[in-house]
């Protein structure tokens, strides 16, 4: 029995930066549920889909039954280079964070809205957020909490943590929402739930999330082509930051310093021209998928500079 196709964010304005032909080799770095991957091959584009998420194959190996232009690499987007030649590939898109379909399984461990076990892995391997909540230090536990879920009552969020773990590790999804609730006073006619940051928190940090999006837009300017094209679609504040800053040094924008001080040195050369502004879905997608809420698209056109570990190294 197949599976309903899950909604794919901001598709027409993805597919509208790729600017995708046939004969083309685009990655779709963050293959899911394949919703990018199969549009991209309507362009007669051959597609490689990379995941690090086993449970992705019931999507993946139909597609690649059906059509011989697409394969998928099981392994990290941040990897794309250990498997493609410098200046091979002539798109990238990533869509960055968790998938609706990871959210809407209730044994990933992903949403405090259905009971599951306290997982949060996109791969099968390394420490699960149940690992992390039963084992680190209150300190480490606040920073998490304060880095990657920007929870401004991050120490009250540990120590309630720390307590209750005295007693009894935590196990469950919904056991550690009600322990979070309980540490920030409910909900309060709040429009998120109060665990909303310290879930988001969790995962990043059991994913690498923002060191692995740092890694795979370098790993993407390295194996564009000149011309090739990088789309990237965030969901929160800080992976936008980190695409945000990353376009825009690359496209050699970042100030030049005060007139009254002396000229700052010159940077490498521009590796990306902007690909017009950021882009944010419209009402009628958001209609559609109100998930799509926070989305925001950034992309670039890869230039005939050499990387830029290439150019500092020169």
């Known amino acids: 029995m197949s599976e309903a196709p899950h909604i794919s964010v901001l598709l027409d304005e993805v597919l509208g930066a790729l600017d995708a032909k046939p004969g083309e080799t685009i990655l779709d770095g963050t293959f899911g549920a394949g919703g990018y991957s199969r549009a991209i091959l309507e362009s007669g584009a051959n597609v490689v889909g990379f995941d690090r998420d086993p449970t992705v194959l019931r ?98 969020v540990a120590s309630f943590i720390i307590r209750r773990r005295e007693e009894k590790p935590f196990t469950r999804t919904l056991d550690l929402a009600e322990v979070v609730e309980r540490a920030l006073g409910g909900r309060r006619g709040a429009k998120a739930h109060p665990a909303t940051k310290t879930f988001q928190a969790l995962r990043i940090a059991v994913n690498e999330e923002l060191s692995e999006l740092e890694n795979g837009l370098e790993a993407a300017e390295k194996i564009l082509k000149p011309g090739g094209r990088l789309a990237v679609v965030t969901f929160h504040s800080l992976e936008d930051r980190i695409v945000k800053n990353f376009f825009t040094e690359r496209a050699g924008r970042t100030p030049g310093g005060s007139r009254h001080a002396p000229p700052t040195q010159r940077g490498p050369e521009p590796t990306f021209e902007l690909i017009g502004k950021a882009t944010a879905p419209g009402e009628a997608e958001l209609a559609v998928n109100p998930r799509a809420r926070s989305a925001k698209l950034r992309a670039g056109l890869r230039t005939t500079a050499p990387t830029w570990a290439e150019g500092r190294g020169a």
């Open 59 to 156: 999507f993946a190996e139909p597609l690649a039954a059906q059509n011989n232009r697409f394969r998928l690499i099981q392994d990290r987007f941040s990897q794309m280079g250990e498997h493609f030649e410098p200046g091979s590939v002539d798109g990238v898109v990533l869509d960055i964070g968790v998938s609706s379909m990871q959210l809407d399984e209730a044994e990933r461990g992903f949403s405090f809205m259905r009971d599951g076990p306290l997982d949060m892995r996109m791969a099968a391997d390394g420490p699960t957020a149940a690992d992390l909540v039963n084992e680190l230090e209150k300190e480490e536990l606040a920073r998490i909490f304060y880095v990657y879920g920007e929870e401004r009552e991050s120490r009250r």
